[in-house]
């Protein structure tokens, strides 16, 4: 009985030539799939990521989000996938949380600044909603 991702990585893998994954039209077998997750987890080890780093990953359901989630399993790093609905505030929080190891490039200075003008006009707007009761 599967408890774990772990667990399901495993099964994954167990089923070397069975579909596990179909998404868009694409078919992908367990070795297919624990292929990609190997090469991921590879490239992200070569990044600086370690057991126990979180990874963020912001993309619509694609079966890459399963490759990607797979391999930071795999190297006992922890996955926090991002919606892709998330505003200013919730992704500045989320962000504020993990270390910045890429590949998307860092933002540049005027994209902080604007992403610090977002958050301090939503704490202002909850702070003026308080008062107002």
């Avoid at 590879?42 to 990607?68: K, M, Y």
Wanted: hydrophobic letters at 45%; aromatic letters at 6%.
């Amino acid at each position: 009985m599967m408890r774990t991702f772990p667990d399901l990585a495993a099964r994954i893998a167990s089923l070397e030539s069975r579909v596990v994954l179909a998404c868009e039209g694409r078919h992908f077998t367990g070795g297919e799939v624990t292929t990609q997750a190997r090469r991921i987890a590879r490239a992200l080890l070569a990044a600086g990521v370690r057991r126990g780093d979180r990874v963020c990953l912001w993309v619509p359901n694609r079966p890459e989000f399963i490759f990607v989630e797979l391999a930071v399993t795999l190297i006992g790093a922890i996955f926090v996938p991002i919606q892709s609905r998330y505003g200013a505030t919730e992704l500045g929080n989320i962000l504020g949380r993990v270390k910045y190891v890429g590949p998307q490039p860092e933002p540049t200075e005027n994209e902080i600044m604007d992403m610090v003008v977002e958050e301090i006009r939503a704490v202002r707007g909850k702070h003026a909603k308080g008062r107002s009761r």
